[in-house]
T-cell receptor, first 113, second 112 residues
Framework: KAGVTQTPRYLIKTRGQQVTLSCSPISGHRSVSWYQQTPGQGLQFLFE???????NKGNFPGRFSGRQFSNSRSEMNVSTLELGDSALYLC????????????FGSGTQLSVL | GESVGLHLPTLSVQEGDNSIINCAYSNSASDYFIWYKQESGKGPQFIIDIRSNMDKRQGQRVTVLLNKTVKHLSLQIAATQPGDSAVYFCAENTSGTYKYIFGTGTRLKVLA
């Protein structure tokens, strides 16, 4: 069974631009979560989706948004990029989330110049 | 890949010795816990999990201990190998929140 797939693997953007990251969960997994990882803040929860509905959102500004499609694939978008948005963005999937194992992709490394 | 946690606490152990990695979790209502291993340039990899109705769980070469009284979690790795070198994170979940809170991580270095 294929794991969680994230694309692209690396991205370089400039301040003010926007970016869209993609995540394909493990087949059969309906919950997709996104996390931001930085050396200073560690792993921080962004949001979680299940059956196209956002069930929880972390403490990030409105520039961070996401969505989930009917096939459980998910995208997250960051608008008006800032230097501080440089991070590894990790997607995780699980059967239902909450008391279930989370399986992570390799992440998208975003650099904002 | 990105260097994860440039200022992480580091545990150095000799190859073949046992390792113990500790984690203090934040929420007394958390009822599910996971340990992850992250190697450079990769996403976190599931190691072992435990629910709050248990205080110990064993896997292959790994044991997780949960002490709810002091909100403490530990991961024991038996006969540590060079391939165990990585950053280890604990994660906690509270039912109904659909999110995990991650610890700051510990870097494990295995000395040959």
């Amino acid at each position: 069974k294929a794991g969680v797939t994230q694309t692209p693997r690396y991205l370089i953007k400039t301040r003010g631009q926007q970016v869209t990251l993609s995540c394909s969960p493990i087949s059969g997994h309906r919950s997709v979560s996104w996390y931001q990882q930085t050396p200073g803040q560690g792993l921080q929860f962004l949001f979680e989706y299940f059956s196209e509905t956002q069930r929880n959102k972390g403490n990030f500004p409105g520039r961070f948004s996401g969505r989930q499609f009917s096939n459980s694939r998910s995208e997250m978008n960051v608008s008006t990029l800032e230097l501080g948005d440089s991070a590894l963005y990790l997607c995780a999937s699980s059967l239902a989330s909450g008391g279930e194992k989370l399986f992570f992709g390799s992440g998208t490394q975003l650099s904002v110049l | 890949g990105e260097s994860v946690g440039l200022h992480l606490p580091t545990l150095s152990v000799q190859e073949g010795d046992n390792s113990i990695i500790n984690c203090a979790y934040s929420n007394s209502a958390s009822d599910y816990f996971i340990w992850y291993k992250q190697e450079s340039g990769k996403g976190p990899q599931f190691i072992i999990d435990i629910r709050s109705n248990m205080d110990k769980r064993q896997g292959q070469r790994v044991t997780v201990l949960l002490n709810k009284t002091v909100k403490h979690l530990s991961l024991q790795i038996a006969a540590t190998q060079p391939g165990d070198s990585a950053v280890y994170f604990c994660a906690e979940n509270t039912s109904g929140t659909y999110k995990y809170i991650f610890g700051t991580g510990t870097r494990l270095k295995v000395l040959a």
